[in-house]
């Protein structure tokens, strides 16, 4: 599990996209989630996450690479969850027919016997 720091209030959390269990906050915009995704035990060391934690909790500002933050949200855009989820719903209903066909078949073989 990635280990991050909220943003906004400086805690720890799992997941950079996902709500803070101190504040509530998560991340919807490009950059928002671009900035999240950099302070992750993936581009941090678990250390740098402490000191960047502390900081936000005293209302330090924080300074990103602005070159850095668009090349992560850049990263960001190619991710097509949409795509994802298309496929599972298909897949989903796919094994449903399946199952129903399977099921048909057993009561069709049943009854002519």
């Known amino acids: 599990m990635t280990a991050a720091v909220c943003l906004k209030c400086g805690a720890m959390k ?20 671009a900035k999240h995704l950099m302070v992750t035990d993936h581009y941090l060391s678990h250390a740098d996450l402490d000191s960047i ?8 500002p924080l300074t990103f690479d602005p070159k850095q933050i668009d090349e992560f949200v850049e990263t960001i855009k190619e991710i097509k ?3 994802f989820i298309g ?7 796919a094994l ?8 048909a078949w057993v009561v069709l073989r049943l009854w002519q016997k």
């Open 14 to 33: 799992r997941g950079a996209w996902t709500p803070c269990r101190n504040c509530h906050h998560t991340p919807v915009d490009a950059e928002d989630k």
């Open 53 to 60: 934690s502390q900081r936000v909790q005293r209302g330090e």
């Open 81 to 83: 969850p949409d795509r």
């Open 87 to 93: 496929l599972f719903v298909i897949g989903c209903l």
């Open 96 to 103: 449903v027919i399946a199952a129903l066909a399977g099921a």
